[in-house]
T-cell receptor
Framework: DAGVIQSPRHEVTEMGQEVTLRCKPISGHDYLFWYRQTMMRGLELLIYFNNNVPIDDSGMPEDRFSAKMPNASFSTLKIQPSEPRDSAVYFC???????????FGNGTRLTVT | GQQVMQIPQYQHVQEGEDFTTYCNSSTTLSNIQWYKQRPGGHPVFLIQLVKSGEVKKQKRLTFQFGEAKKNSSLHITATQTTDVGTYFC????????FGAGTRLTVKP
């Protein structure tokens, strides 16, 4: 299995631009999580899906952030417009069920200038 | 909201010394998981504890889950340079939230 695949690995953009992060979970995993990691705030849970349905998006910082999962093999996290404080590493993770181990992708390092 | 607190934030040890990180929750956890993240890498699953008072071992690593299922610990015996990284606990009642992590550095 290829594991969780995220793209791009690195993204550098200017403030105000739209950013789209992509994730392909492990086949057969019913849960997909988006996390954001910064030195100041650690690993924050942004949103998670079960069978493509968003279950809890209380961690999404504000309306500039949105996430979708149109099918079982693809999810996106979009930031529009982006701001410098959004700079972080964004991880996608998937799991077979809610309490089974999370498998993380390699992350997307976002820099907003 | 639910929080998982982890201490210490940093730990620097001499190679061969022991290391322990602690995780505490204000609410009862359904289970707790431990992850290791190497510098520049992503979190990698180590182990899951489910039962009250459970103890599991992986070579030099010992994991414990408290009787009340509100706290947990990870102990490494005789640290090696390969143990360097950040260790996270993660748990929840309805989701999977991570502690702040303990960053371990090991001096050869």
């Amino acid at each position: 299995d290829a594991g969780v695949i995220q793209s791009p690995r690195h993204e550098v953009t200017e403030m105000g631009q739209e950013v789209t992060l992509r994730c392909k979970p492990i086949s057969g995993h019913d849960y997909l999580f988006w996390y954001r990691q910064t030195m100041m705030r650690g690993l924050e849970l942004l949103i998670y899906f079960n069978n493509n349905v968003p279950i809890d998006d209380s961690g999404m910082p504000e309306d500039r952030f949105s996430a979708k999962m149109p099918n079982a093999s693809f999810s996106t996290l979009k930031i529009q417009p982006s701001e410098p404080r959004d700079s972080a590493v964004y991880f996608c993770a998937s799991s077979f069920a809610l309490w089974t181990p999370l498998h993380f992708g390699n992350g997307t390092r976002l820099t907003v200038t | 909201g639910q929080q998982v607190m982890q201490i210490p934030q940093y730990q620097h040890v001499q190679e061969g010394e022991d290391f322990t990180t602690y995780c505490n929750s204000s609410t009862t956890l359904s289970n707790i998981q431990w992850y290791k993240q190497r510098p520049g890498g992503h979190p990698v699953f180590l182990i899951q504890l489910v039962k009250s008072g459970e103890v599991k071992k992986q070579k030099r690593l010992t994991f414990q889950f408290g009787e009340a299922k509100k706290n947990s610990s990870l102990h490494i015996t005789a640290t090696q340079t390969t143990d360097v990284g950040t260790y996270f606990c993660a748990g929840g009642s309805n989701d999977m939230r991570f502690g702040a992590g303990t960053r371990l550095t090991v001096k050869p």
